[in-house]
């Protein structure tokens, strides 16, 4: 069973346009949420974090929005450039359980020069 | 690059093998995670170590099992190998085991069960 779902397999935006990447979840008592960004041949790296706490954080270009009455999550790339072009990954987790994260399925996000 | 290194990069075995994937992780880096990536697939964790004891066990049968040694050394067992078991496996390290702590990932071992 999926709680964390990125509907969207894929993505394409134009260079200096604003990316947005979605994702939802089913268990309102997840209460940390990430992005990872992951490169071909390479393992997921971090991008940006939030905690149940607050609706928005901001971290240069990238800046994710919690709205957690709708369970959604949004990461928003501005101005997207084409070395964007990863797969992100949302993932989440329990209070108290660590590094135990629950992933998305991942959005592969192309940003077109 | 992250510091966190895996090997082997890709790995072959038939099922009902077992085989044994190794990480090393961040100097300094007391947790380490172990993830499996199915294709097309998030990925999904499988357990965490802390100073060398299992402390998180995601839904994986016990066929799964780790080892995590003082050195930053750790490794994955994965026994009487099935063809579902083909995948990506990352393992993952951190300085502690909040959830708030940076992982920072390895490449990956990719394993194909025949």
């Known amino acids: 069973d999926q709680q964390v779902k990125q509907n969207s397999p894929s993505l394409s935006v134009q260079e200096g346009r604003i990316s947005i990447l979605n994702c939802d979840y089913t268990n309102s008592m997840f209460d940390y949420f990430l992005w990872y960004k992951k490169y071909p041949a390479e393992g997921p790296t971090f991008l940006i974090s939030i905690s149940s706490i607050k609706d928005k954080n901001e971290d240069g270009r990238f800046t994710v929005f919690l709205n957690k009455s709708a369970k959604h999550l949004s990461l928003h790339i501005v101005p997207s450039q084409p070395g964007d072009s990863a797969v992100y990954f949302c993932?989440?987790?329990?209070?108290?359980?660590?590094?135990?994260?629950?992933f998305g399925t991942g959005t592969s996000l192309t940003v077109i020069p | 690059e992250t510091g966190v290194t895996q090997s082997p990069t890709h790995l072959i075995k038939t099922r009902g093998q077992q085989v044994t994937l190794r990480c090393s992780s961040q100097?300094?880096?007391?947790?380490v995670s172990w993830y499996q990536q199915a294709l097309g697939q998030g990925p999904q964790f499988i357990f965490q170590y802390y100073r060398e004891e299992e402390n998180g066990r995601g839904n994986f049968p016990p066929r799964f099992s780790g080892l995590q040694f003082p050195n930053y050394s750790s490794e994955l067992n994965v026994n009487a190998l099935e063809l579902d078991d083909s995948a990506l496996y990352l393992c993952?390290?951190?300085?502690?085991?909040?959830?708030?702590?940076?992982?920072?990932f390895g490449p990956g071992t990719r394993l194909t069960v025949l």
């Open positions: 100097s300094g880096h007391n947790t």
């Open positions: 993932a989440a987790s329990f209070p108290n359980t660590g590094n135990q994260f629950y």
């Open positions: 993952a390290s951190s300085r502690d085991f909040s959830s708030t702590d940076t992982q920072y």
